[in-house]
Every structure is written in C-alpha cells, then in structure tokens.
C-alpha cells in the first residue's frame, strides 16, 4: 500500500500538477510577451480578448487548432508530426527534476517538493535538451523544402554549438556542489548560505548567454528571423503543429530560466539565506521566491528581445566558439584552483 | 538678334495648340522702321568663357552652340565624339565637372530626333552645365558609361522609353517595363492608353480590351524591344 | 521564386566561382519584408556569400513622366507626392521651384519660410521611417515605434496644414495655398524642442551596441570615387566623404539664410550612413527651430495666373531630397502642358550601387544594405 501510494499515486499528482502549472505558465508567457514588449514600444498590446487580452492565449490556442492541416508535397508525414512533438516532449520532462521548494509535511508523510530527485539531475536535463535538437533538424527535414532543411541545419549548428559552453558553465557549480542532483544542488547552496552566482558570477553570465542562444531566442535569432531569406525550419508548418514548435520554443525559455535559478540562483531560497535577522522574508512561501526569480529571467528574456537587432550566423558562431568557450573553459580552471586552494 | 539656333524647335507662341499641330495663319504686322521690340520672356544669351574655348579648342567642329538660359549654361554638341568630350569636361582643368546628374531624353517627332541631355556638376565650382546632342531616331549614340558608370541605369532608362541604342554599354536592356514589352512608351506617337496587350495577355492572362501600339518605328529592324 | 518574366537574364559575374554547382541563385522578392517596396534582387549565392547581385525593378512604374506629359502643370503637383511617398513634400518643393524657375517668379519670403520648415519636418519624418525600418530589418524591433511615435507627431501638423498626412499636395506653383493654421508655431516648437532627447533615445539604443556595430561596421562600403562614378547622392554620397549638400551649394528657398553643418562620414559604410542620417535630423531640428522664430508677414503666393504658360525652353532644377538629389528637367513648348517632366530619382541612382557594395558580403547583409541606402520603389519606379 505505502508502495503504491508513494511511488505511483504521488509521483502521479506530482506530475499532473506541475504539467498542468507549466502548460498554463507557457500559454500566458505568450501574453506575457506580447504584453511587455508592446509597453517597451509604447503600446499595449493585445487589448480585446477579455479583459486586458487576458484570454488571448486561449483564442490564439483555438485558432492554432482549428486551421487547415496542410502538410508539404512529398513530405514525409510520419515524421513531419513527430518532429514538433520531439521538441515539445524534452522540453516539458526537464521539469522532473527540478525543485520547486524544501520538503514538506503531507499525511504523515515526507514528500519533496519535485517529481524525483535524480542522483544525475544536471546530466539528465543537458542531456535531454540535445534531443530537442533532434525534432528542429527533423522538422527541417521532413518539410520536403530546400530552404527550411538549410535553416533547420543552422538551427541545430546553433545549438549545439551553445549547448558545449552551456555545459562548461555549469561545471564550475557542480565543483562547488559536489554533486549532479539539482535538489542537493540547493541545499548545498542553503548550507553554504549564499547562492551560487555570488560565487560564479562568470558562470552564470555565460550559462544564461548560452541558454539565450540555446532557445533560439534574440538575438541569436537569426535563423528564424523574418527578415531572412527564409523561416527557418518551421517555415512549412501551420496550425497545430506550428503551435506545438512554438510552445516548445516557450517551454525551452521556462527550462532554462528554472536552470538558472536551481543552479545559480538559491532555487527555492530565500535572498540570503545566511542572514538570520532577514528571517522575515521566510514567511513568503519558497515556491513562491522560486516562482518570482523564474518570472526576473523570463523578463530578462522578453527584455532582450524588444532591446536588441540580432547577430548575423557568422557572427554568432563565431561568439560561441571563439569567445563563450574559452571563457568557459578558463572559469572551470580557476574555479577548480581556487576551490582546491581553499579547501586546504 | 538672337541667333537661330537650328538645333531648338522655331520660337513661338504655340498658344492653346498641341505642340506639332500647326499654327492658325496669322496676318504679318508691317515691318517696323525702328529695331524691334525685346520679345517677351527669358532669351538665350550667347555664353562664352574659358571653359566654352577650351572645349572648342579640343574639339573644333563639335560645339555648334553655347548659351545660357535663365542662368543654366547649356552645351550643345555634336553626337559623334560626345563620350569624349564628356570626359574632357570631367577631366578639364578649367572647371572639371565631375559629377554626371542626369542623362535623359526628349523626343522631337517633327524633325525625327532624340535630344539627349546630360547634366553636369562640378564639385569645386558648385556650377552646372547642360550638354545637348540631337541624334536621328535609329541612330545609335555612344554610351557615357565608360566616364561615369552610373549612367549605366539610366541609359537604360532612356533605351526602355524611347528605344535609343547606346553602343558600349555593358547591359542594354529594359530595365522599368517587362523585358519583352514592345514598344517605346515616352516617344510621342505612343498614346497615354497605349498597353502591349499581347504581353498582358501572355503574361496576366487578361483581355484588356486597351489600345495596342499598332506599327514599327522606323529603327526597328524587326527585333522588338 | 517563380520566373515570371519573359525572357531568361544572364548574370555574368566579374569573378568565376571555382566549383560552379555550388552557386544558387535566390530571388529575394518582389514580395519581401525587408525590400522596402517592390524591389526584387536576384542573387547568386555561393553558400552564403553573394557571388553577384541584380536588381530587378518597374514593379511600381505607372508611367509618371507620360503622365506630365498630358496634364497642365498644376494638375502634375499630386501626381508627383506618389513618386517618393514617403517625403512627398520634397517632390512638391523640388517642381515647383523649377516652374518658378521657368516663370521667372519667385515665392514670396512667407512662402519661403513655410516651404523650408515643412520640407525640414519632412526630411526628419523620412528619416525617422528609415531609421525604423533599417532598424527593424536588423532585428531591433523597438526603434521603430519609438521612431513611429515621433512621426506621428509630424504628420499631425501636416494633417493640420493641408489636410494630408502621406500624399500632402502642399506647395502650389508660386508659393503656397494654405495660410498657416493657428497654433502651426506652437506645435513646431513643442515638437523642435522635445525631439533632440528622442534622438538621444534612439541613439542610446543602437549606436554603442556592439551587435549593432557587428551588423553595420564594415558592411555595404562605398569609398569616394566609386560612390562619385555611380552617381550617388544624399547622405549615401556624404558618408562616403564627399562634402556637398545642394542646400549650401545651390541654395533655393530661404535656405542660405539658416545656419547648419552638413554631416560627412569617413568610410562609407553602413554604420557611417547611419551616423550621417542621425545626426542629420538634428540638423534639420535646428533649421527648423531657427526658421520658426522668424516667419515673416506678407503674401503667401506669388501672382502666378490662373493658367500657367511657361515660355519655351527647358530647365534643370534639383533640390536635397532626404534621399539625395531630386532633380526635375521640365521641357516646355509654351503650352499649358509640359512637353517633357523628367523626375531624376535619388534612389534610381543610388540602388545602382547596391551591386558593387554587397558582392562578397553574407546575405543577412543584403538586407542591411538594402536599408541603408533608404530607397523609396515609388520614386525608382515612377
């Protein structure tokens, strides 16, 4: 009985409550972009559907779904619509491992607040980022077209690239850390009583630089850019398929920007957890802290992309290989010397 | 008395007529003793300095005519050796004109000429100057483009609207209207609702049901356009 | 990327590719977002470099200059606001002087005064659309509404003086038709006084931003004699180094009597043109804030006559449009009709040099320079 409700009917509730959270959070951050970059431009943004555009999301959902399904000439069909869900799917499983607050009382029961705690936490989720990758040059592919497999290649060469420097930046928290678990990763940040940017500001910089570049997102956007010669890899898509590659597109930016607070920023932290005499701001409830430092980086997402014109490819490889990762590379040796040297 | 310049329309008051139709006679006033009044308007005045006696200097039979009107100081030039002396003008040490503003085209169907006309601007003296040169109707003209490259385009222009030939030029063909349009749409004899409706049927699939340009200029040596 | 046209081109390149199957050719337009109007340019790519480029044009062309063949001079006013439609005060400014230049009449002061702020108003207007749109193309996205929101502004006191906010009709041959509105000088001024921090704000966006150096820097280069043989003018010629701008060489209306620098650039780049046409704005900024202190009394329109006959004979008169040199050559046969309207287009001229300046660079660069050259189809068109 204790099997079946520990480890099937919890773990059930779990993952329907935070798929749930995430599906809402991802349809309003459309909204949400809409919203900021239209008052960055002095405007308002959507207005009409319900009251401030609030139902926006669901009639954009709506009309996404009820369009004409028009799949290219020649297409590979199977693959054409597997290839968004390949995207979709590995952005919304990283959230398995990702903690959204300590753990808690529940019946008599300890239960943690994430769906599990694996011991390769950080491992997992690099590695299931690089099968998203997969759908785009996929999706490129099976579009039957020139013009979008070219875009898909650039697409996936981007990330790629990126996903390498995302990968170094990371290192030097898990040196601090000692361990892959994302859960340990905080605790390890609440019993060092700082967060880990203040220890790794070079490492977070490039961590959220590469995530930006890793989602496709301003202004490393060029392969998707309008301006382009062509679309990108989902310039064959329409209707509920497109849906489907842009809600992935959104889910990416919530993955990276959960990453960004687990690794760097306390998790589910209070601001300086060290400091006793704040102990006030402990009577917001963590998840709530967690919530608010996702919503500062996803802010910082929309802000970039209202701010700044984009890279041109050459230049943006170029920025990954010849700058992000020796930088990258560089803070792992100092972060490893030093940690040496203070452990002694 | 103002010189008769051969080269310009008769001077007149075409009044309410359309330019080419002729003129209601007139009964000739007799002959005053005195010198005859100043006609009404802006005249020609005769314009000769340093740059007009170099350029007839280099080129002694090329520049019938030099004047200047309402303060615009005008070149006219024979058609044989313009591309040279263009350059001459831009090479000039008196004032070299080194800027080319415009080349472009009139046409005159009375006596079957093109007039082209090249606009000059000289950076050190801030000054302009017309060139002239008239050219039957089929015959070709050498091309500026070897002084200035950026007549390319509008020598083309000047092709795609009247159908004058620029020898030496590097890519002479239509350029605004459809590369197989017939007809020349600036020469006079081409009505305003004048369309190729053979292209527009080809093409856009329509019966437009417009006038069609019905004849052959007399350069065209059977290939249109 | 349907041929349409009748016969195939033959693009001949100046440097022969080494691997020939590897060259393809990609027609960009004439339907495109960042072409600016219909303007289609066939490139031959080599991967991602352009091995040659060849613009494609006469989407727009409705015959303008037939068109002033057949009407009276004062009817061809409006047809010409359709040619550059985004600064149609220019080409109003540019044929009606050259008929006052004909006519041998000159506007009154008024008049002159009036002309030069409205067409100063309208040198900012287009370039504060250019700045947008180039901006836009590069994927700054925000440059354009905070460019847009100051063009509102201007067009609200054209919309206020002749009725028009795009196609404004706003000169008559003579001088003007309209007498000034009340408040048309305290909404100059608000608007003169509040516009050098908007230029700053768009400054502040764009010209320290390292991407947007990456993406201009270096890109679209014109040196000076290139930039003088293709005939190049406007503020393209003036970042290239070339000093001249017909307001101070040629002076015509009311402009020798305002005091105002001439921006010239050094490499003749995209980033130069760019830095040109800025700091042209507040130049114009300050021809406008000056002029509107001291508009004088008097009439706003010359005696012109009703029917207007100007004597037989030709002239060539041209003006500094925002684009570059706008230039008319109006033949006359003392007829109430020219016989000949020649509209010299700056972009015409200009886009010519879009071959030489984007041969070698990525297309992403196409773009880039297809903005920078701030070409207008309706003025290439005709």
């Not at chain 1, 850390?177 to 940017?197: F, H, K, M, N």
């Not at chain 2, 007139?26 to 009044?37: G, I, L, M, N, T």
């Not at chain 3, 608007?191 to 270096?218: A, C, M, Q, S």
């Amino acid at each position: 009985m204790d099997f079946l409700i520990d480890y099937i009917l919890i773990p059930m509730v779990k993952i329907g409550v935070v798929f749930g959270v995430i599906s809402l959070v991802v349809a309003y951050l459309t909204l949400l972009e809409r919203k900021v970059i239209a008052f960055i431009q002095v405007r308002l943004g959507p207005m009409r559907v319900g009251p401030h555009g609030l139902l926006q999301p669901i009639a954009d959902g709506l009309k996404l779904m009820l369009k004409e399904d028009i799949v290219p000439a020649g297409a590979d069909r199977l693959i054409f619509t597997m290839a968004p869900i390949m995207t979709l799917i590995p952005a919304f499983i990283v959230f398995a491992v990702i903690p959204f607050g300590p753990d808690f009382e529940l019946f008599g029961r300890q239960v943690g607040f994430f769906i599990t705690d694996l011991n390769i936490g950080v491992l997992y989720v690099l590695a299931i980022s690089s099968i998203g990758i997969l759908g785009v040059i996929l999706g490129g592919w099976a579009s039957n077209s020139k013009y979008p497999l070219l875009g898909a290649l650039r697409s996936a060469a981007q990330m790629v690239s990126y996903e390498v420097a995302l990968g170094f930046s990371i290192i030097g928290v898990l040196l601090l850390a000692g361990t892959l678990s994302l859960v340990e990763i905080v605790e390890a940040q609440r019993d060092a009583g700082v967060w880990y940017v203040f220890l790794q500001p070079v490492g977070f910089v490039l961590f959220f630089i590469c995530g930006v570049a890793e989602t496709n997102r301003a202004p490393f956007d060029l392969p998707e850019a309008e301006s382009e010669l062509v679309a990108g890899f989902h310039t064959e898509y329409s209707g509920f398929r497109f849906s489907l590659f842009f809600l992935a597109e959104y889910a990416s930016m919530i993955v990276i920007s959960s990453m960004a607070v687990t690794l760097f920023w306390g998790g589910w932290l209070r601001p300086f957890p060290g400091i006793g005499a704040l102990g006030f701001l402990d009577y917001i409830p963590p998840f709530v802290w967690f919530a608010l430092k996702v919503l500062v980086f996803l802010y910082l997402y929309l802000w970039f992309r209202a701010s700044w014109p984009r890279y041109r490819y050459d230049q943006l490889m170029s920025l990954g290989w010849r700058i992000l990762m020796p930088i990258a590379i560089a803070n792992v040796i100092v972060t490893a010397a030093l940690a040496l040297a203070l452990r002694r | 008395m103002a010189e008769e310049d051969p080269h310009q329309p008769p001077r007149g008051d075409a009044g309410d007529a359309a330019p080419g139709e002729a003129k209601p006679a007139v009964p000739k006033p007799p002959p005053k003793p005195a010198a005859p009044p100043k006609p009404k308007g802006p005249q020609k005045e005769p314009w000769s300095d340093a740059l007009v006696e170099a350029v007839r200097k280099t080129f002694p039979d090329e520049v019938p005519g030099a004047y200047t009107f309402l303060g615009q100081r005008n070149l006219v030039v024979r058609k044989e050796r313009v591309a040279e002396i263009l350059k001459f003008l831009r090479q000039n040490p008196v004032e070299p004109f080194d800027f080319l503003s415009d080349v472009t085209a009139t046409h005159w169907p009375k006596e079957e000429e093109f007039e082209l006309v090249y606009v000059l601007f000289s950076f050190r003296t801030h000054g302009r100057v017309v060139v002239k040169t008239r050219i039957r109707e089929w015959e070709p003209i050498d091309s500026a483009t070897a002084v200035w490259p950026g007549a390319n385009w509008l020598e083309r222009e000047i092709y795609d609207m009247f159908g004058v030939r620029f020898e030496g030029h590097p890519n002479l063909k239509r350029i605004l209207l459809p590369e197989d349009w017939v007809g020349f749409p600036l020469r006079k004899d081409y009505d305003m609702r004048l369309q190729d409706v053979e292209w527009v049927r080809k093409h856009l699939g329509i019966d437009s049901g417009q006038k069609f340009y019905v004849g052959k200029a007399r350069h065209d040596d059977g290939d249109q356009g | 990327m349907t041929e349409t046209r009748g016969k195939s081109f033959d693009m001949s390149t100046d440097e022969q590719t080494l691997f020939d199957a590897n060259e393809v050719t990609v027609s960009m337009g004439p339907q495109h977002p960042s072409t600016h109007g219909v303007l289609q340019v066939r490139l031959k790519l080599d991967g991602e470099k352009v091995m040659d480029a060849e613009c494609v044009i006469g989407y727009l062309h409705r015959g303008v200059e037939k068109l002033g063949e057949n009407q009276t001079y004062g009817q061809f006013v409006p047809t010409l606001d359709r040619m550059d439609y985004i600064a149609a005060v220019s080409n109003c400014l540019g044929y009606c002087e050259a008929i006052e230049k004909m006519l041998e009449v000159e506007a009154p002061p008024r008049a002159q005064y009036v002309r030069v702020i409205l067409t100063e108003l309208n040198r900012i207007s287009s370039h504060l659309l250019w700045l947008g749109t180039h901006a836009l193309d590069i994927g700054a996205m925000t440059v354009f509404l905070y460019c847009f929101r100051e063009r509102e502004e201007i067009l609200k006191i054209f919309e206020n003086y002749c009725g028009a906010r795009l196609t404004t009709h706003v000169f008559r041959i003579g001088g003007l038709q309209y007498e000034l509105y009340d408040g048309f000088e305290d909404e100059v001024r608000a608007f003169v006084k509040g516009f050098p921090e908007k230029v700053d704000e768009y400054e502040t966006l764009l010209t320290e931003n390292r991407i947007w150096l990456g993406r201009t820097r270096d890109v679209g280069v014109l040196n000076k004699q290139d930039a003088i043989d293709m005939g190049v003018t406007g503020p393209c010629l003036r970042a290239s180094g070339v000093e001249w701008d017909i307001r101070k060489s040629n002076p015509y209306a009311a402009y020798a009597e305002f005091d105002f620098d001439v921006p010239t650039g050094e490499h003749g780049d995209t980033y130069d043109r760019y830095l040109v046409r800025i700091e042209e704005m507040r130049q114009s900024n300050r021809i406008v804030s000056q002029a509107v202190e001291k508009i004088p009394g008097g009439p706003i329109r010359a005696k012109v006559g009703k029917i207007i006959k100007p004597p037989v004979g030709d002239v060539y008169h041209s003006i500094e449009a925002p684009k570059g040199e706008l230039g008319y050559y109006v033949v006359s046969d003392g007829s109430t009709q020219p016989y000949r309207v020649r509209v010299r287009p700056p972009s015409y001229v200009n886009l010519q040099a879009l071959r030489q300046m984007v041969i070698g660079h990525m297309v992403a660069d196409v773009v880039a320079v297809i903005g920078t050259l701030d070409i207008v189809l309706g003025e290439i068109d005709r």
